[in-house]
């Protein structure tokens, strides 16, 4: 129960996907810009990386068994893809407020880093956590650590959109306007997801083996 | 004798004018990511450029044989074929740069710039003159990766190509430490730029400087405009998001 604790706040605060692992910058800095666009593409993001993950576990599980684990990258993305377009027919046929909410959104995650990424990540994490912490990470670890980064990611958005509107009020010098005050403001975003470090380790959740 | 000068001009443009980095703002979540020291930055650099040109030059051949309704998947195909190649060929040689890129190596696959490049260029141009893009745009985002980590480095952890001893043996040469040097005289690095803020903070200084040097030779400003800067723009069904944003 600790671990999963751990995974949760690693995933939300200290480990942050986008503001300390850098992965869905794309996003990040692009549809962050209005809050509702902002929600909504999160949302679809832990849809698809919850998603992803259930059915790329128990492929990493097969290829594993058959000495196959070098084409992980070739079958994730496929996969993924796959599955990205697979959501949008069946949203758009069966649930078409989901679709209407989310749809426009599904396009742009497969090529995401940060779905691939939290694929590839669980997949890594299994020998890391057996060695540093002692930890058997399966199925259950895999499914915590995608929601902790999805919600993550959501968290990130949502606070760097409020951020972003005050921004567009501000007076700024001309050669700063643009991209690089949005990322000097991410910078300091960034510095505030500094003060959770520790966190983990203060609470005692993971120990080291 | 044309060709050559072709060749050339699409070598050169991505450098500087279309510097993938700076100038297209494609790649940034490695750009962030792995300039916190020169070493990395060059190591994730090369192996970029090594699958972007293997993936120019294989898309630009098949070009006319992808059906252009599957291109997309076709182009993913090819390109995380070259990764995995590249991730084996790092994994085999150079142990410790692979440990240090991590989940970035394999991540390469889905690298804007290349399945950019993919759809911009190799799609519609031979195959010569593809690898030639392919090597410039290359060099052009490890040229950038390399200032960034220069900087980085410098300032965060006072030294210097630390660690190129794992990438190249030049002597058992393995690096500057100016850590010392600056503690005599009182200083200390400023960790600030190899965590993550840094990393975050001095992009947005160094996209200001492209601006404004940019600007003096009349170019328009790099933006990030989410939809219809992606390079998936033109093949995504829903461009409606560009409608909605407004």
Redesign the interface.
């Known amino acids: 129960m600790k671990v999963f604790l751990a995974l949760l706040i690693m995933g939300i605060l200290t480990q942050n996907f986008v503001l300390s692992k850098f992965l869905g910058i794309c996003p990040f800095l692009g549809v962050s810009k209005k809050l509702n666009t902002a929600v909504g593409m999160s949302v679809a993001v832990i849809f698809v990386m919850c998603l992803a993950t259930a059915v790329c576990y128990p492929i990493n599980t097969l290829l594993e068994k058959n000495d196959l684990a070098y084409l992980q990258t070739i079958v994730f993305i496929l996969v993924i893809a796959a599955l990205v377009q697979l959501v949008e027919i069946v949203l758009r046929k069966y649930i078409p407020s989901l679709y209407k909410a989310l749809g426009i959104y599904l396009p742009l995650i497969t090529t995401n880093c940060a779905v691939l990424g939290v694929v590839v990540l669980n997949v890594s994490n299994v020998a890391t956590f057996a060695e540093s912490y002692a930890v058997n990470y399966g199925f259950a670890h895999s499914m915590i650590n995608s929601v902790a980064a999805g919600v993550g990611f959501l968290l990130a958005m949502v606070l760097f959109a409020g951020v972003r509107s005050r921004l567009e009020a501000a007076d700024i010098p001309k050669f700063l306007q643009g991209l690089p005050i949005t990322l000097i403001a991410a910078s300091i975003v960034s510095v505030s997801f500094l003060g959770f470090g520790g966190l983990v380790e203060g609470l005692g959740l993971l120990a080291a083996a | 004798m044309a060709e050559k000068k072709s060749c050339m001009k699409e070598f050169t443009k991505g450098l500087l004018r279309e510097n993938p980095t700076m100038r297209l ?1 494609l790649g ?3 750009t ?2 792995v300039t916190t020291s020169v070493v990395n930055a060059i190591g994730m650099g090369l192996a970029a450029t090594v699958v972007l040109i293997c993936s120019n030059v294989a898309i630009s051949a098949l070009r006319k044989v992808i059906p252009s309704k599957v291109r997309i ?1 076709a182009y ?2 090819i390109i ?2 070259f ?2 190649i590249v ?2 060929i790092v994994k085999a040689f150079l142990p410790v740069l692979d440990e240090s890129l ?2 970035f190596l ?2 390469i ?4 710039i290349i ?1 950019g490049r993919a759809e911009a260029f190799a799609s519609k141009n031979p195959v010569l003159l593809s690898a030639a893009d392919g090597l410039g745009m290359g060099l052009g985002f490890t040229a950038a990766l390399f200032c960034m980590g220069a900087v980085r480095e410098i300032l965060g952890a006072g030294t210097f190509l630390a660690g190129i001893k794992d990438l190249v043996n030049i002597g058992g040469f393995n690096g500057f430490d100016f850590s010392d040097t600056l503690a005599n005289i009182g200083l200390a690095p400023i960790t ?1 730029f190899i ?7 001095f ?3 160094i ?3 492209t ?2 040097i940019a ?1 003096g030779k009349g170019l328009p ?7 219809e ?2 390079p ?1 723009a033109a093949s ?3 461009s ?2 560009k409608e ?2 407004q």
């Not at chain 2, 965590?195 to 903070?201: H, K, Y």
């Not at chain 2, 400003?221 to 939809?227: V, W």
């Open positions: 703002v940034t979540c490695p962030l990511a998947p993913i195909v995380a074929s990764v995995t991730q084996m991590g989940i394999p991540l696959v889905v690298n804007c399945l600030i965590l993550p803020a840094g990393g975050f903070f992009f947005g200084i996209m200001a400087l601006n404004k600007s400003k790099a933006e990030l405009h989410g939809c800067h992606c998936m995504c069904s829903r409606t998001l909605d944003a």
